[in-house]
Antibody
Framework: EVQLVESGGGLVKPGGSLRLSCAAS????????MNWVRQAPGKGLEWVSS????????HHADPVKGRFTISRDNAKNSLYLQMNSLRAEDTAVYYC??????????????WGQGTLVTVSS | DIQMTQSPSTLSASVGDRVTITCRAS??????LAWYQQKPGKAPKVVIY???NLQSGVPSRFSGSGSGTEFTLTISSLQPDDFATYYC????????FGRGTKVEIK
């Protein structure tokens, strides 16, 4: 069974940093591209970042470019999102999601349960 | 950036109704479009991918159609479990989600 479990969310002050993690199991992690998608309270879904299976392709959405960095460790079956210079508008539930391809640019076939990031003073 | 416009934003329907949701792209995305269902407090679940392919395990009352800039998600006979919010997503150029359509009980 495919499982994605996010962790690392919490309350952080504006300008602060946070590192999210996503532990994957039930599939060959190194064969699939991975993504972060967020959802602000009461709002819709917003793509954040994507990374290919070998980390050769990395993409970030414009609102987070230069502040967030997606990475992965295939030996540890883990996906990460390093978030710096956090702003109030980054407050959201952050979902880790798998794509059914090794390259970026596909839909998301499995999602984690999400981790809440709150940016507030 | 490709913008995705969904309509309607809210849809009131009864069990057994045929329901159609539309998604328009600001420029062609070919058939690189997916539909997701999301219930309150839960992660989204893909129902349709590549515009018209039914995800494994999803009931056949769900169907998708379209290409280029116009797409539809149809539920042929709405069931109690289908009341949820539905999002379209293009993945032709990076990724963009529509703003969602809430299907509520009439």
């Amino acid at each position: 069974e495919v499982q994605l479990v996010e962790s690392g969310g919490g309350l952080v002050k504006p300008g602060g940093s946070l590192r999210l993690s996503c532990a994957a199991s039930g599939f060959t992690f190194s064969s699939y591209s991975m993504n972060w998608v967020r959802q602000a309270p009461g709002k819709g879904l917003e793509w954040v970042s994507s990374i290919s299976s070998t980390s050769s392709q990395i993409h970030h959405a414009d609102p987070v470019k230069g502040r967030f960095t997606i990475s992965r460790d295939n030996a540890k079956n883990s996906l990460y999102l390093q978030m710096n210079s956090l702003r109030a508008e980054d407050t959201a539930v952050y979902y880790c999601a798998r794509s059914p391809t090794s390259v970026t640019g596909s839909y998301r076939d499995y999602w984690g349960q999400g981790t809440l990031v709150t940016v507030s003073s | 950036d490709i913008q995705m416009t969904q309509s309607p934003s809210t849809l009131s329907a009864s069990v057994g109704d045929r329901v159609t949701i539309t998604c328009r792209a600001s420029r062609s995305v070919s058939t690189w479009l997916a539909w997701y269902q999301q219930k309150p407090g839960k992660a989204p679940k893909v129902v349709i991918y590549d515009a018209s392919n039914l995800q494994s395990g999803v009931p056949s009352r769900f169907s998708g159609s379209g290409s280029g800039t116009e797409f539809t998600l149809t539920i042929s006979s709405l069931q109690p479990d289908d009341f949820a919010t539905y999002y379209c997503q293009q993945y032709n150029s990076y990724s963009t989600f529509g703003r969602g359509t809430k299907v509520e009980i009439k």
